[in-house]
């Protein structure tokens, strides 16, 4: 026992000395949580008596700490749909309800979900804050706001954004499944989740760092929700570019990023970039976009698009500023791309189902003639999106009313579009 708080104290010192100019102040040792929807109660959080919610932890996390949640499906403390961390932790998911086995898109899925009542939270799903750095990811967690939306029938194929005081329901949260938020100098990674039925203004992932920040974002299967699918952005606004925060996106799947609403001019993107961020993106899908695949409005300078597989985009693949670009122009057309070799674009098979499919195929805007006719990128023609989600073709008649609008996607749907890489290369793949 002395041995130990002598091991222990020592490694607090160390951890508290100068390293050139940088202070690291001290951490206690890591401890590993467990969190069960099945077993849960009370707040011990360990294997055998574990935690019910998420949030029953958070007032016992420390910087490095790891947590393993079962699967089942969770709604927050009190139901309320959402959950805030300000320590850097690892949040782990899909393991089995005895902690033996992990399987976070099949056997052993962790359903981050919610209520729609009037008194739930907007906010988003998972909002993590840190004030230090430390070991921090998350990493097998399924985010699904369907439950979360209020939807106009029973159908649920529009959301509704205003709520609804007579049956008791808010609006459809404005807000995506995961909000990060780094101080200076520290890293997180976003792997192997799944996030659908999202409905943010921002993105449905919202990452943002800060001077001399590492994000990586790999492996993730983002599908039908409006905004960004994925928002790399940052707290640190350089004047002389130096200290970035460094994206990594690699084998992403996004797919059907709606725009904000039918007449949005915002939103409907698979990747949006703020200005002061060095970005690579390697081997994804973007598709489906409603205005793009890659949106680079800002003009961050030497972002590396690498091997990804553009289509079914409506406006373009790729833009800088006002400028729409396809991504056979890639080369010849942009300016700030410091790698653009090996994107292509091909038509894919989408075994995303049936009922979803012909929705999403057959939905109108009151603006999509306008839309098409400002169309650059390849594959975003009506029969065409039909083909690839397995739909026979048609001649689409364009009316002035939006009949579908963010449907609410099966789990079950969703998890068929990321189990295998397309075309063996390109997006996710079962963890």
């Given at each position: 026992m002395v041995f130990l708080m002598r091991a222990k104290v020592l490694r607090g010192f160390l951890a508290s000395a100068f390293l050139g100019?940088?202070?690291?102040?001290?951490?206690?040792?890591?401890e590993e949580y467990f969190v069960s929807a099945a077993r849960g109660n009370g707040k011990d959080g360990t294997k055998e008596k574990p935690a019910k919610e998420l949030s029953h932890l958070a007032s016992k996390l420390k910087d490095g700490d790891l947590v393993n949640i079962a699967e089942g499906v969770y709604v927050g403390n009190g139901e309320s749909g959402s959950e805030r961390l300000d320590v850097a932790v690892r949040v782990v998911g899909g393991w089995s309800d005895d902690f033996a086995k992990r399987d976070p898109w099949g056997a052993h899925q962790t359903v981050f979900a919610g209520v729609n009542t009037f008194n739930a939270a907007t906010q988003y799903r998972l909002i993590m804050t840190p004030r230090n750095c430390g070991a921090m990811a998350v990493d097998g967690i399924v985010f699904d706001n369907g439950p979360r939306n209020q939807y106009r029938d029973a159908a649920e194929r529009v959301i509704s954004r205003s709520a609804n005081a007579r049956l008791n329901l808010n609006a459809t949260?404005?807000?995506?499944?995961?909000?990060?938020?780094?101080p200076r100098s520290c890293q997180a990674s976003i792997v192997n989740n799944v996030v659908m039925n999202t409905a943010p203004t921002g993105g449905a992932i919202s990452a943002s760092g800060h001077e001399g920040g590492l994000i990586t974002i790999k492996n993730n299967l983002v599908i039908n929700n409006t905004g960004e699918g994925i928002f790399a952005q940052t707290k640190w606004k350089p004047r002389d570019n130096k200290g970035l925060t460094r994206f990594v996106i690699e084998n992403n799947t996004v797919l059907f990023s709606w725009k904000h609403d039918p007449i949005a001019t915002y939103g409907g993107n698979a990747?949006?970039?703020?200005?002061?961020?060095s970005l690579t993106a390697t081997n994804n899908v973007f598709a489906f976009g409603d205005y793009g695949g890659v949106d680079n409005v800002k003009k961050a300078a030497g972002v590396i698009l690498k091997d990804n597989l553009?289509?079914?985009?409506?406006?373009?693949?790729?833009?800088e500023f006002e400028t729409n670009v396809a991504v056979s122009n890639f080369g010849n057309e942009a300016n700030e791309l410091k790698d653009s070799t090996g994107n292509v674009s091909a038509e894919l098979k989408v075994p995303v189902g049936a009922s979803f499919a012909n929705l999403y195929a057959g939905r109108v805007e009151l603006n999509r003639a306008a839309v098409d006719a400002k169309a650059k990128a390849a594959n975003n023609g009506a029969n065409a999106l039909r083909s690839m989600l397995g739909l026979p073709l048609q001649a689409n008649a364009v009316t002035a009313d939006a009949d579908v609008w963010l449907p609410r996607l099966a789990i079950a749907d969703a998890l068929r579009t990321g189990l295998a890489r397309y075309n063996g290369k390109y997006g996710c793949q079962k963890p």
């Open positions: 100019s940088f202070f690291v102040p001290s951490v206690a040792l890591a949260p404005e807000s995506g499944a995961l909000k990060l938020e780094l990747l949006k970039l703020d200005q002061e961020v553009f289509t079914g985009n409506r406006l373009y693949d790729y833009r």
